[in-house]
């Protein structure tokens, strides 16, 4: 293991990690993922991946450099001042790993039981999604163009490390989301079956969309299912990620019922 000092901001290094840190998109270009905090890098040491560069603060690898010490090939300290210049959270996390971004998967994998994200434009709601579709059995997210970079670093806090249990694909052209081979499942506020009277296929796909658009009028058009949450306090929508979680939990419910 290698450990290296570094204290001026003006290193590119630093320039490079304060692009990840900051940029939505920038994993695109350099190559490498973001983990800032423990727990998104537990996540990733538990799923058993290696980080190519841990990053620490000065102050935080000197309590804690015994547990972290085997975890990547390189090790970056930082002033405490400058780790918190990095970092986009209002309280720096003090570490962070840095991974090789290997690309979005370019496949989409037929069969498996998909969330299919159509313009979800805000991170926190991307994130959450993701984690749901995680938790409730969900192998597949496949994000059409328009959704929010699935690697982006307020997705990524979000997510709270179910990326590394998915298999995700981004930039998707609408009319790939056929080669699913599966029921396409579309959310909808004013038609359909409502929720807790469907009987749900498994596996399938969720189709969840637009903040405020909602699922396009293209994709309805492939929808085998429309389906609707029944709201009797009378609002008129749901957040997309809390629409998200009680879809894809009721999806999951039924399937264990069912023996699937």
């Known amino acids: 293991m290698k450990i290296i000092t570094i204290t001026s901001r ?3 290094f630093i320039k490079d990690l304060k692009r990840l840190a900051r ?37 935080y690898w000197s309590e804690t450099s015994k547990e972290w010490a085997q975890t990547a090939s390189k090790v970056v300290i930082l002033p405490d001042a400058l780790f918190a210049e990095i970092s986009a959270l209002e309280s720096p996390a003090k570490m962070g790993f840095i991974l090789p971004w290997q690309g979005a998967a370019t496949q989409l ?4 039981a998909t969330l299919v994200l159509d313009r979800v434009q805000d ?23 328009g959704t929010a970079a699935l690697y982006a670093p307020k997705v990524l806090r979000a997510g709270m490390g179910a990326h590394f249990a998915l298999r995700l694909v981004e930039g998707v052209e609408l009319q790939e989301v056929l080669a699913l081979s599966l029921p396409l499942l579309a959310t909808s506020s004013h038609q359909g079956d409502f929720l807790h009277q469907a009987r749900l296929p498994w596996p399938c796909a969720w189709l969840l969309g637009h903040e405020g658009q909602g699922v396009q009028a293209a994709l309805q058009e492939r929808a085998q299912q429309h389906i609707r949450i029944a709201q009797p306090g009378g609002e008129e929508s749901l957040n997309v990620a809390a629409a998200a979680a009680i879809c894809l939990h009721t999806s999951a419910a039924q399937a264990l019922v069912g023996g699937h």
């Open 10 to 12: 003006d290193n590119g």
């Open 23 to 59: 940029e939505a998109s920038a994993y695109r270009r350099l190559g490498y993922v973001w983990l800032e905090g423990d727990h998104l890098c537990r996540a990733a040491l538990t799923r058993g991946l290696r980080a190519d560069t841990a990053v620490f603060s000065d102050s």
């Open 109 to 112: 994998q037929p069969g498996v």
């Open 123 to 145: 991170a926190g709601n991307v994130g959450a999604m993701l984690r749901s579709a995680s938790a409730f059995g969900f192998g597949q997210v496949v994000a059409l163009k």
